[in-house]
């Protein structure tokens, strides 16, 4: 009877505190330097661009259709989550983590989980900002039926 006792407590102990793990001096520290970006509202629009931006669970996968690769950008979701991004090669090859996105509050991008699937944005806009050119450009956002 007590090891019935402690399994369930230990349970519901992980349950109540949450299953992740605690954040790195690294990813606390990238996240405070995405943190204060600020989102570039008043930086000219350029061209859209022929890459197209899609969300499958915790992964967001760039195909990029242009001849171009963009390198050491700035990708912005929703116009409040952003990441640096080394770069974006021509085709399909680019998928990256989507909790790598972060807000000014260095709150990740809400994936949701197994147990709250509400939780869940979904991924509606997505824009590309290079810092040497000051141009944002808009990206294909397909249309993603996850979250709210």
Known sequence: M??????FGI???LLSTGCAAPLTVTQSERRARL??????ADAEIGPDLDVVVRREGETVIFVNRTASVYRDVQVWLNQQYVRDLPGIAIGTDNR?????????HREPFPVGSLLSPDKADPLLLAELYDPRTRLRHRLLAWPD????
């Open 35 to 40: 943190a204060a970006y600020t989102y570039p």
């Open 2 to 7: 007590l090891r019935i006792f402690l399994f």
């Open 145 to 148: 039926t996850t979250g709210r």
């Open 11 to 13: 349970g519901a102990v």
């Open 96 to 104: 990256f983590t989507l909790t790598r996105w972060v807000n000014e």
